[in-house]
């Protein structure tokens, strides 16, 4: 039982590349989420999942897709970086709505030059 | 929406000692209040929770307390040790909605 996953855990991008960061969890949950945390920040929402099929845009969601692939993965996706997307991003998963625990993955740390 | 300011931003004890850390919130609906510790490299894990029919709740050396009327919230670890140093965060939400407000994080270092 991993968890929450994410892939990959470190990457760099020039202004304008475009890449997918990868979530995926093994916990039979309903929910997930993605999260950007900047220093002294705190975390904030980006996207989030309630149910295979749907997502709902968050606190931060301007320059960010996502895709709720199936019941297990959350994909988040930066068409056009800039140096204003770097961060940690976060992924997690809850049960259901009405459950109240978030578990987080380890994160991805993007750097946009 | 909820505005949720947490602290203080650092905060250093020597083992043994306490640690206090303090959360204000803003909007009254918020009625679930986690506590998450995080690690270098790690994401943020759950420690402690609280809702808010209650006003205090205890595990071990951690405890949170909660003041609905004043709407602040805070954490309290007893006989700190090194492995307690990490950040930690604060969160406010209204249970079943989809939003978790954060702070902006509180570093602990516990020195030996």
């Known amino acids: 039982n991993a968890g929450v996953t994410q892939t990959p855990k470190f990457q760099v991008l020039k202004t304008g590349q475009s890449m997918t960061l990868q979530c995926a969890q093994d916990?039979?949950?309903?929910?997930m989420y993605w999260y950007r945390q900047d220093p002294g920040m705190g975390l904030r929402l980006i996207y989030y999942?309630?149910?295979?099929?749907?997502?709902d845009k968050g606190e931060v969601p301007n320059g960010y897709n996502v895709s709720r692939l199936n019941k297990r993965e959350f994909s988040l996706r930066l068409e056009s970086a800039a140096p204003s997307q770097t961060s940690v991003y976060f992924c997690?998963?809850?049960?259901?709505?009405?459950?109240?625990?978030?578990?987080f993955g380890p994160g991805t740390r993007l750097t946009v030059l | 929406g909820e505005n949720v300011e947490q602290h203080p931003s650092t905060l250093s004890v020597q083992e043994g000692d306490s640690a206090v850390i303090k959360c204000t919130y803003s909007?009254?609906?918020?009625?679930?209040f986690p506590w998450y510790k995080q690690e270098l490299g790690k994401g943020p894990q759950l420690i402690i929770d609280?809702?808010?029919?209650?006003g205090e709740k205890k595990d071990q050396r951690i405890a949170v307390t909660l003041n609905k009327t004043a709407k602040h919230f805070s954490l309290h670890i007893t006989e700190t040790q090194p492995e307690d140093s990490a950040v930690y965060f604060c969160?406010?939400?209204?249970?079943?909605?989809?939003?978790?407000?954060f702070g902006t994080g509180t570093s602990l270092t516990v020195i030996p």
């Open positions: 997690a998963s809850r049960k259901t709505l009405s459950t109240d625990t978030q578990y």
């Open positions: 916990m039979n949950h309903n929910s």
């Open positions: 999942s309630a149910s295979e099929g749907t997502t």
């Open positions: 909007d009254s609906a918020s009625n679930y």
């Open positions: 609280i809702r808010s029919n209650v």
């Open positions: 969160a406010a939400s209204q249970g079943t909605g989809n939003q978790f407000y």
